[in-house]
C-alpha cells in the first residue's frame, strides 16, 4: 500500500513538468508574435512578423516533430554550436513528448479500469507541489538573467547556448523577456495541472 501515494507523486510529477514544457512550448508560438511586435524585434533583424513566425514555425517543427532531422530556417543561418544546441532542446522536448504520451496511455488505462486511485494525490500533496515554484518566483524575478544562465548550466554542460547574433541573428527575437513569458506560460500550466488536485471533491 506504501507504494501507491510514492507511484502517484512520480507520475504526477513527471506529467505536470511534462505538460508544462509542451504546453509552454506550443504557446510560445502566439506569444513569439506578441512579443515581436510590442518590442519591435521585427526591425532589428528587418524581417516581416510573417517570415519571423514561418521561420519559428520551422524551428518548432524540428524541435517537437521525431522525423525532424535537420533544422533549416529558411531565412535565419545557424552556426555549428547553435545546431547542437537546438538538437540537444530537441532531446528534452522529445522526452518530454514521450512521458506525456505514456502518462497518456497510463492515465486512460486506468480510467477505464477503475483504478485512478493508483495515481490520485492528496490535496495536501499537491499543494506542496504548487508552493515549490512560488518559492523561486521571487528570486527568478528578481534577476531573472541569473535565473536562466544557473537554468542553461543544470541542463547543459557546454557553452552552446551562448548565441552571437551575428552568426544566429534568430536570437534576436528570441528575447530574454520572450523567455521570461515561456517560464511563466509554463509555470501557470504547472501551478493549473495540481490546482486540479485541489479543486476536486475527492
Same mark, same amino acid.
Not at 532542446?89 to 493508483?118: D, H, P, Q, S, T
Given at each position: 500500500?506504501?507504494?501507491?501515494?510514492?507511484?502517484?507523486?512520480?507520475?504526477?510529477?513527471?506529467?505536470?513538468?511534462?505538460?508544462?514544457?509542451?504546453?509552454?512550448?506550443?504557446?510560445?508560438?502566439?506569444?513569439?508574435?506578441?512579443?515581436?511586435?510590442?518590442?519591435?524585434?521585427?526591425?532589428?533583424?528587418?524581417?516581416?512578423?510573417?517570415?519571423?513566425?514561418?521561420?519559428?514555425?520551422?524551428?518548432?517543427?524540428?524541435?517537437?516533430?521525431?522525423?525532424?532531422?535537420?533544422?533549416?530556417?529558411?531565412?535565419?543561418?545557424?552556426?555549428?554550436?547553435?545546431?547542437?544546441?537546438?538538437?540537444?532542446?530537441?532531446?528534452?522536448?522529445?522526452?518530454?513528448? /514521450?512521458?506525456? @504520451?505514456?502518462?497518456? *496511455? +497510463? !492515465?486512460? #488505462?486506468?480510467? &477505464?479500469?477503475?483504478?485512478?486511485?493508483? =495515481?490520485y494525490i492528496s490535496k495536501t500533496t499537491a499543494l /506542496?507541489?504548487? @508552493?515549490?515554484?512560488? *518559492? +523561486? !518566483?521571487? #528570486?527568478?524575478? &528578481?534577476?531573472?538573467?541569473?535565473?536562466? =544562465?544557473s537554468f542553461h548550466h543544470l541542463l547543459f554542460n557546454?557553452?552552446?547556448?551562448?548565441?552571437?547574433?551575428?552568426?544566429?541573428?534568430?536570437?534576436?527575437?528570441?528575447?530574454?523577456?520572450?523567455?521570461?513569458?515561456?517560464?511563466?506560460?509554463?509555470?501557470?500550466?504547472?501551478?493549473?495541472?495540481?490546482?486540479?488536485?485541489?479543486?476536486?471533491?475527492?
Amino acid at each position: 500500500m506504501k507504494r501507491k501515494p510514492i507511484i502517484a507523486v512520480v507520475y504526477n510529477l513527471m506529467m505536470a513538468l511534462a505538460t508544462a514544457t509542451l504546453g509552454a512550448v506550443v504557446l510560445s508560438w502566439p506569444l513569439l508574435a506578441i512579443f515581436v511586435k510590442t518590442q519591435k524585434t521585427d526591425l532589428i533583424v528587418r524581417k516581416s512578423l510573417g517570415t519571423i513566425m514561418k521561420n519559428y514555425t520551422q524551428l518548432l517543427d524540428y524541435l517537437l516533430l521525431p522525423f525532424k532531422n535537420k533544422l533549416q530556417m529558411s531565412d535565419f543561418p545557424t552556426s555549428p554550436s547553435a545546431a547542437r544546441h537546438f538538437y540537444e532542446c530537441k532531446l528534452l522536448f522529445e522526452l518530454a513528448i /514521450i512521458v506525456f @504520451i505514456v502518462g497518456l *496511455i +497510463i !492515465l486512460i #488505462f486506468l480510467k &477505464m479500469r477503475k483504478r485512478m486511485n493508483y =495515481i490520485y494525490i492528496s490535496k495536501t500533496t499537491a499543494l /506542496i507541489f504548487m @508552493i515549490l515554484p512560488v *518559492i +523561486i !518566483l521571487p #528570486f527568478a524575478l &528578481m534577476n531573472f538573467d541569473e535565473f536562466f =544562465i544557473s537554468f542553461h548550466h543544470l541542463l547543459f554542460n557546454n557553452s552552446d547556448w551562448l548565441f552571437d547574433p551575428t552568426t544566429d541573428p534568430i536570437i534576436n527575437v528570441l528575447t530574454e523577456e520572450f523567455f521570461a513569458g515561456c517560464f511563466a506560460t509554463g509555470g501557470i500550466i504547472y501551478e493549473l495541472y495540481f490546482s486540479c488536485f485541489i479543486l476536486t471533491k475527492k
